[in-house]
């Protein structure tokens, strides 16, 4: 299995990560979830979280270098700070969109979201 290999259960796809254990704590990864959406994971104290990786301050995908701390992830680049466990900006505003991430037999897979292209794309 590859980074980015998608499998289907249960009518549900879901994208390849990596392997349970490979990531270390605290460290986080990028990835491609389909043509527009990137999503950035987490691995804190054992458990995996992740969200959309586009911070829409200014719609740069740098969530992953964010700064966590407790269960909140800071952009590195002007601050705003999102949950981990649902995606809120906790000084309200603008949210990410948090994925479903699950552990089947020992890789790691996000589940790619049922989504379309958000209307600001289309200038691009």
């Known amino acids: 299995m590859q980074m980015g290999d998608i499998i289907e259960q249960d009518n549900r796809k879901f994208i390849f990560v990596c392997l349970d254990g490979e990531m270390e704590d605290g460290n986080s990864k990028r990835i491609m979830l389909n043509e527009d959406i990137e999503a950035a994971i987490f691995y804190i104290k054992g458990k995996y979280f992740a969200l959309n990786n586009e911070c829409p301050h200014n719609h740069l995908r740098k969530i992953h270098n964010g700064f966590i701390a407790k269960h909140t992830v800071a952009c590195p680049m002007h601050g705003w700070t999102y949950s981990l466990l649902t995606g809120e900006n906790v000084k309200g505003g603008a949210s990410l969109d948090p994925y479903i991430v699950e552990v089947i037999d020992g ?13 600001w794309m289309d200038s691009y």
């Open 107 to 119: 890789n790691v897979y996000i589940e790619v979201p049922d989504t379309k292209r958000p209307k």
